[in-house]
């Protein structure tokens, strides 16, 4: 089971072929544990570690 890497939650999805979205803390990450916040206009805005 995967796990949010920004708040540990479980309530995931997936978005993308690499792609993944939080429904608790609302962030997407990918496989390569980037973590992204999104933007009104849907753009990806990468969060620092």
Known sequence: MLNC????SKSIGKIGTDQ???????????D??????????GTLIALEG
Request: charge should be negative; hydrophobic fraction near 30%; aromatic fraction near 24%.
């Open 5 to 8: 890497p920004h708040c540990g």
């Open 20 to 30: 993944y979205y939080c429904w608790d803390c609302f962030v997407e990450f990918n």
């Open 32 to 41: 390569h544990r980037e973590i992204f916040n999104v933007a009104e206009d």
